[in-house]
């Protein structure tokens, strides 16, 4: 069965980076856009970006451009997701998830990964 | 981008009543490709209904899907104590792809 597996939660000072991965099994992994999503405490998803294994395209949300850095291991079926300079604000659970095309809905997701931005 | 207005904010109803949820969007969804997802506590959403009326297999026919152009409704018919979670509609025809801000349902 399909499953996306992600990394343990991370606790980062302000102004370091976070790096979260998401290891994908159950299928083939370059056939499917992987997208990252975040929701900070009682809040709402909010869509990050995606990154197609198959060519390494990205496309990123407005407001993290310049923060966001999307990468993938097609050795090991597996995506990274990087956020730089962090802030207070950044402290959210961050999901991976599947989708078939650039723009569509997502069938599978990670578990999600808490990242906590604390001096 | 288009903006996804979801009602009401928590729905409170007692198991075997029925919930509508509606979903309202800025403008008219490409293609009627508007997704619902279910959330419950410490856990990732799970995907429901696609293509605004499409159920995903293994989901309970309790849960249904409706609507068209800018309007959209999820139906939980007959509710059971494990329906309790927040549930999230998404627009996925035009990017970026945006997410309503979620119905709680909560079960008395």
Same mark, same amino acid.
């Given at each position: 069965?399909?499953?996306?597996?992600?990394?343990?939660? $991370?606790?980062?000072?302000?102004?370091?980076?976070?790096?979260?991965?998401?290891?994908?099994?159950?299928?083939?992994?370059?056939?499917?856009?992987?997208?990252?999503?975040?929701?900070?405490?009682?809040?709402?998803?909010?869509?990050?970006?995606?990154?197609?294994?198959?060519?390494?395209?990205?496309?990123?949300?407005?407001?993290?451009?310049?923060?966001?850095?999307?990468?993938?291991?097609?050795?090991?079926?597996?995506?990274?997701? $990087?956020?730089?300079?962090?802030?207070?604000?950044?402290?959210?659970?961050?999901?991976?998830?599947?989708?078939?095309?650039?723009?569509?809905?997502?069938?599978?997701?990670?578990?999600?990964?808490?990242?906590?931005?604390?001096? | 981008?288009?903006?996804?207005?979801?009602?009401?904010?928590?729905?409170?109803?007692?198991?075997?009543?029925?919930?509508?949820?509606?979903?309202?969007?800025?403008?008219?969804?490409?293609?009627?490709?508007?997704?619902?997802?279910?959330?419950?506590?410490?856990?990732?959403?799970?995907?429901?209904?696609?293509?605004?009326?499409?159920?995903?297999?293994?989901?309970?026919?309790? /849960?249904?899907?409706?609507?068209?152009?800018?309007? /959209?409704?999820?139906?939980?018919?007959?509710?059971?104590?494990?329906?309790?979670?927040?549930?999230?509609?998404?627009?996925?025809?035009?990017?970026?792809?945006?997410?309503?801000?979620?119905?709680?349902?909560?079960?008395?």
């Amino acid at each position: 069965q399909v499953q996306l597996i992600q990394s343990g939660a $991370e606790v980062k000072k302000p102004g370091a980076s976070a790096r979260v991965s998401c290891e994908a099994s159950g299928y083939t992994f370059t056939a499917y856009y992987m997208h990252w999503m975040r929701q900070a405490p009682g809040q709402g998803l909010e869509w990050m970006g995606w990154i197609n294994p198959n060519t390494g395209a990205t496309n990123f949300a407005q407001k993290f451009q310049g923060r966001v850095t999307m990468t993938t291991d097609t050795s090991i079926n597996t995506s990274y997701l $990087e956020l730089s300079r962090l802030e207070s604000d950044d402290t959210a659970v961050y999901y991976c998830a599947r989708a078939i095309r650039a723009a569509y809905y997502f069938d599978s997701w990670g578990q999600g990964t808490l990242v906590a931005v604390s001096s | 981008e288009i903006v996804l207005t979801q009602s009401p904010g928590t729905l409170s109803l007692a198991p075997g009543e029925r919930a509508t949820l509606s979903c309202r969007a800025s403008q008219s969804v490409t293609s009627n490709y508007l997704a619902w997802y279910q959330q419950k506590p410490g856990q990732a959403p799970r995907l429901l209904i696609y293509g605004a009326s499409s159920r995903v297999t293994g989901i309970p026919d309790r /849960f249904s899907g409706s609507g068209s152009g800018a309007d /959209f409704t999820l139906t939980i018919t007959r509710l059971e104590p494990e329906d309790s979670a927040v549930f999230y509609c998404q627009q996925y025809g035009t990017s970026p792809g945006t997410f309503g801000q979620g119905t709680k349902v909560e079960i008395k």
